[in-house]
């Protein structure tokens, strides 16, 4: 068996070896290829302050960067008895370079390189979920557009209210999306600041160059006190989850919508047949099965910041290994989203609208509100309008005027679309991923 890194003369009981590894070397497997590049920014620091030779750096740079060919290939693997991935890359490389792949360790604590691998993966998922809800925003925007005069029933309650439109419908999703990325934009801010060098949390006594990491990594910032830098272990991932949980709100609501839209009580919409499942006994059902998975999926995922904040809650400053089990929650938790995200973008794509929905009179009193207005532009005072108008529907006499004339800001007649769209290819912007991408290919080359 492999002896941990903090292992001396007594090894550890078994059982409780077990218990206290528990699901990390599961779950460092999503950690692998950020703790080998966080590992070649910290050594190259190293050499700068004299803690390694440029000969000993030039050998461990081309190490691990075969290394993290390996991660990033999926092919790195835990060995069995290895503690976590930071003991399985240090194992690799004394393997095949002796004493001085020991030497990679010095000013740094696991502490905070897990930390640091928390949010170099952290910020690349940020990232690739952006990307997804960039894309169904472009898809619900098209839809918008594409859709713009075709009317369906606005509810209240669940009772017939106004004229709504599919242009309002796809369009007001887009627009949730686009405040869903301003939360994480804050999200991603907070992620992007560098703990390491904070090491334990309380610094160390080496002469480390934190800003020279900082750079290599691509990083908007230090995390400055050493201690903070500890206690944001919990907080970043609280963070990042409560922007993950909106987004997903945003994705429950339309998922809840298409799925009572498309039954045939409603019939607005029919979901593409390949998109949808059958019954066992009924030869009739075409089940909206991706939908409701996508809703219960991301009602699970809106419960993640309470999990996190449970797990850290009422934990004083310093390091404990309570903070382990937040990866068990949190590091999946950007596949399940991601997937959610996809099967939408694919439904809202395919998705067919009815287009004669207003057609049917059960829908003739969503136009009582338009009538009330236009004998109020006649000169008529609204309370009486409203009166006259009311009285016709109780006497059954009301005849509507099917048509509709909304011009201001964001309504039927004046989308606002393509400002929505700026609004978000302003958030899209904030990001700055350019940045950080061209600092990590800079240090893999």
């Known amino acids: 068996m492999a002896q941990k890194l903090w292992e001396k003369n007594v090894q550890v009981d078994q059982e409780v070896d077990t218990f206290t590894v528990g699901k990390d070397r599961e779950m460092d497997l999503y950690l692998a290829k950020y703790d080998v590049l966080g590992s070649m920014a910290h050594i190259t620091m190293l050499e700068s302050i004299g803690l390694l030779t440029k000969e000993e750096l030039t050998v461990l740079l081309a190490e691990l960067k075969n290394i993290y060919a390996v991660a990033d290939s999926g092919q790195f693997v835990i060995e069995e008895g290895v503690e976590d991935v930071h003991s399985q890359v240090e194992l690799m490389l004394t393997r095949r370079l002796g004493d001085t ?17 928390l949010k170099l993966f952290t910020r690349a998922q940020i990232q690739e979920v952006v ?16 859709y713009k005069d075709v009317l369906l029933p606005g509810y209240t309650h669940l009772q017939i209210a106004m004229p709504s ?37 309380y610094g160390s006594s080496f002469p480390l160059r934190r800003q020279m990491t900082t750079d290599l990594l691509g990083f908007d910032s230090l995390d400055y006190n050493v201690v903070y830098a500890q206690m944001g272990r919990g907080k970043m991932e609280r963070t990042v989850a409560f922007a993950m949980a909106g987004i997903a709100a945003t994705l429950s609501k339309l998922a809840f919508d298409a799925c009572m839209f498309n039954s045939q009580n409603f019939g607005f919409i029919k979901l593409p047949d390949q998109f949808t499942t059958g019954s066992s006994i009924m030869p ?7 939908f409701e998975l996508t809703r219960a999926k991301c009602n699970k995922l809106q419960g993640l910041p309470q999990q996190i904040t449970l797990i850290s809650n009422n934990l004083p400053s310093g390091y404990f290994r309570d ?11 950007f596949d399940e989203l991601k997937d959610c995200l996809r099967m939408v973008t694919h439904m809202m794509r395919e998705v067919k609208v009815n287009e004669h929905i207003l057609d049917d009179d059960k829908y003739a009193l969503l136009f009582s509100v338009e009538e009330v207005n236009r004998l109020v ?14 009285l016709n529907i109780e006497a059954g006499k009301f005849i509507p005027i099917k048509k509709v004339h909304h011009t201001h800001e964001g309504s039927i007649g004046n ?19 350019n940045r950080v991408n061209e600092a990590e290919q800079q240090l893999l080359s």
């Open 323 to 333: 903070l382990q089990i937040i990866k068990e929650v949190f590091l999946p938790s």
């Open 131 to 146: 990307e997804l809800v960039s894309g169904l925003f472009e898809v619900l925007i098209s839809q918008s557009n594409r």
């Open 415 to 433: 989308l606002c679309n393509d400002q929505v769209s700026a609004l978000m290819q302003n958030i899209m912007d904030g990001f700055a991923f």
């Open 377 to 390: 532009l006649e000169g008529v005072p609204f309370r009486d309008a409203y009166k006259q108008v009311g």
């Open 284 to 290: 009739h059902k075409k089940n909206p099965d991706v």
């Open 101 to 117: 792949g020991k030497k990679i360790h010095s000013g740094r604590s696991r502490n905070d390189q897990v930390l640091l691998d």
């Open 165 to 201: 439109s599919f242009g309002l419908w796809f369009g007001a999703y887009a627009e949730s999306l686009a405040d869903d990325l301003q939360m994480m934009q804050a999200a991603y801010k907070v992620c992007n600041r560098n703990p390491l060098g904070s090491a334990a949390g």
